[in-house]
DNA sequence: TTGTAATTACGAACGCTTTCGTATATCTTT
DNA sequence: AAAGATATACGAAAGCGTTCGTAATTACAA
């Protein structure tokens, strides 16, 4: 996990990071549109964010132009992980293995996806093994 | 899944929620004296917290002695589950596999913790094929 | 009984996030 | 060039959770 930094976006960043990180660098506009798609925000409102993001280097923004280019500066794999990390140790008081059982009990999984699993498991094995 | 209730308590709230969880109806002398054990936190911090949760009807509490006790009102798996539902939506947007494959693959399972989930999988398939 | 301790009740303040109104600058269109 | 559209900047307010001071009440002890 190369340079350590805690990762904490709010729910409003993080939607706003999960639009950059599948459409990448875009501009105000476009990250609106995309919310606006799920619920009503108002454009200030989401650039104000997003300049706070910068701020905050959750996020890089382009200035050479008049409208500005917004880029994630985090990964959405490191981010998920310190989320994910956080959630367990309020949650489930730091048992992963408590929450992946809640998680696989409760949510409908297809073959494939357990395959994967499996295939993961085989591979944390075969590690351990050596 | 019974009654249909969206529980969404607070950090504070779900720290409150473990001690009544693990020690059973207790004062609020008892669960603040408890939580100072990880951190500092006032009498009337604690008090005030509690009234709202019982309000909001996280807790229940029986005021028939001068001394209030307070019993939780919700459980600790159907609390996990919605917290977890809701955390899933958020950060990996309802992909619940995402998040079992980060969980497996960031912490460290023990020997006796895969052979849990590769039992609750072959469960799980045995049902499908069904 | 009088004072001390413990408990609940209440309200206010603080911090953080979110929202938005308004001002200013820049581009586009006519 | 003027008007309208679009962008950023700024500040303030609103909402929510948390914290705590203070007052009022009840129990206990001297």
Redesign the pocket.
């Known amino acids: 996990m190369s340079k350590y930094k805690k990762i904490?976006p709010?729910?409003?960043?993080l939607e706003i990071l999960q639009v950059l990180w599948e459409h990448g660098p875009s501009?105000?506009?476009f990250v609106n549109d995309q919310l606006n798609e799920d619920r009503?925000?108002?454009?200030?409102?989401t650039?104000?964010?997003m300049?706070?993001m910068a701020e905050k280097e959750l996020a890089n923004r382009d200035?050479s132009q008049?409208?500005?280019i917004y880029s994630p500066a985090v990964t959405e794999a490191e981010t998920q992980h310190n989320l994910l990390t956080q959630f367990v140790d309020r949650t489930f008081k730091g048992s992963a293995m408590k929450l992946v059982m809640q998680a696989l009990g409760n949510h409908n999984a297809s073959e494939a996806e357990l395959d994967e699993i499996k295939a993961l498991i085989e591979e944390i094995e075969t590690k351990q093994k050596k």
């Open positions: 904490r709010t729910e409003s960043e501009t105000v506009r009503e925000v108002g454009y200030t409102t650039l104000k964010l300049q706070i200035t008049r409208t500005h």
